[in-house]
């Protein structure tokens, strides 16, 4: 694979890692407690490597042709998002600077940023429907390897961007408590739409 065609995917996956979504609400969240954005942004990519894994194994297709299989993890993403997203609701973060974070709380958050991630179907048909794009039968490479490559190139711009958005909300909202309330409720509010929006689409499918 050639650089210019790493560089044409980057330009491309790029667009989708700075639109606010599910894994940004999550990562914000994340940021209003203390020392959990590492093991959060960690969960969440390791559900873009486990979608790419699955895409470049060839079982994204066998998924996408299966629409009761499809259904399925879009219900399982969808419910999962509204129950994360009503919890953030109702209980919204704030800045604190707990004594410290035990391996336990560590690992939820990084559980949970996996299945944000994914569980989303969204990032699985984005990857079903891009990466092929950017691949050539003819080179040196096989498929499944050029898949891999270019779902490390979006998973790292992922990691960046994610970082940016915890370690940033941490930053800006810690000596705002009033003003973290309400960006963790929006946060909240964002899974719930991203969820229902998930749900309805199954319904007029």
């Not at 639109?19 to 969440?44: C, E, F, N």
């Not at 060839?58 to 499809?70: E, R, Y």
């Not at 609701?89 to 996996?114: E, M, V, Y």
């Not at 984005?126 to 499944?144: I, K, N």
Request: charged share 5%.
């Amino acid at each position: 694979m050639t650089f210019s065609v790493f560089a044409a995917f980057w330009a491309v996956s790029i667009l989708f890692v700075i639109t606010p979504g599910a894994d940004w609400a999550y990562a914000i969240s994340a940021g209003l407690k203390h020392r959990v954005v590492l093991p959060a942004v960690g969960g969440l990519l390791s559900g873009h490597l486990l979608a790419t894994l699955i895409v470049a194994a060839g079982v994204g297709t066998l998924i996408a042709g299966h629409p009761l299989a499809l259904t399925a993890l879009t219900v399982a993403g969808a419910g999962y998002l509204l129950w994360l997203g009503a919890n953030l609701f109702a209980r919204p973060s704030t800045p604190h600077a707990a004594a410290s974070q035990t391996s336990d709380s560590w690992a939820r958050w990084a559980l949970k940023g996996l299945c944000v991630s994914g569980l989303n179907p969204k990032v699985f048909l984005l990857f079903l429907a891009l990466l092929p794009q950017f691949t050539d039968a003819g080179a040196p490479w096989p498929v499944p390897l050029q898949m891999v490559a270019l779902g490390l190139v979006h998973t790292a711009s992922c990691a960046v961007i994610y970082l940016l958005v915890g370690f940033g909300s941490q930053v800006v909202l810690r000596a705002r408590p009033a003003a973290a309330r309400r960006v963790s409720r929006v946060s909240g509010l964002i899974m719930i739409a991203i969820a229902l929006g998930l749900l309805i689409e199954q319904l007029h499918a």
